[in-house]
């Protein structure tokens, strides 16, 4: 079945603790991206990636890292998590050259 | 700064009415408006897209209007079902750039039995 996969999908996480939320696509999909899904906020790009090796910022980059290492997978980095890096955050991957985004169920990330 | 602009943030209807969410874009490179279906728990999924060339699009009781002289697109649901109730987001897709998808900030839809 072609799908994204995120994991963990709920972790409770406590202020510096470095940690990383796996993305992996099956569908050979160029593109990857992260977004944080917050009340009032909508979908906000963190990161994206047009293929291995290429990532750039998207709009709210700061305090996060990520790498592309291999076509099908995505992480992303907190090195060191805040209270306000509480939010669910959701990986998305598409072929290049089209638009159409597949979105992974999503990672729900509470920073204590 | 926001590419798309979405309004109303929540719409709150009863069964078998037409919620209408709307959105507004600035950049005539947009050449895709998606709209994409969230339930609760899920990720966002590709529910129905238009191209500016047409100026309405049905599939189901889902209907997308573009009016691209106004740089505006909205969805209308008809007979509206409980089932609808779910977080609805608009997009705009430009062929150029590197980051070429832009989200609307969602509308979360209760559909009222």
């Known amino acids: 079945e072609a799908q994204v996969t995120q994991n963990p999908r709920y972790l409770i996480t406590v202020t510096g603790k470095k940690l990383t939320v796996t993305c992996s696509q099956n569908?050979?999909?160029?593109?990857m991206s992260w977004y944080r899904q917050d009340p009032g906020l909508g979908l906000r790009q963190i990161y994206y990636s047009m293929n291995v090796e290429v990532t750039d910022k998207g709009d709210v980059p700061e305090g996060y890292k990520v790498s592309r290492k291999e076509k099908r997978n995505f992480p992303l980095i907190l090195e060191s998590p805040s209270p306000n890096q509480t939010s669910l955050y959701f990986c998305a991957s598409r072929p290049g050259g089209t638009d159409t985004q597949y979105f992974g169920p999503g990672t729900r990330l509470t920073v204590l | 700064q926001q590419q798309v602009k979405q309004s109303p943030q929540s719409l709150i209807v009863q069964k078998g009415g037409i919620p209408i969410i709307n959105c507004a874009y600035e950049n005539t490179a947009f050449d895709y408006f998606p709209w994409y279906q969230q339930f609760p728990g899920k990720g966002p999924a590709l529910l129905i897209a238009i191209r500016p060339d047409v100026s309405e699009k049905k599939e189901g009781r889902f209907t997308i209007s573009f009016n691209k002289s106004a740089k505006q697109f909205s969805l209308h649901i008809m007979d509206s079902q409980p089932g609808d109730s779910a977080t609805y987001f608009c997009a705009a897709y430009r062929p150029t750039g590197a980051n070429n998808l832009f989200f609307g900030t969602g509308t979360r839809l209760t559909v009222i039995p």
């Open positions: 569908m050979n999909h160029e593109y």
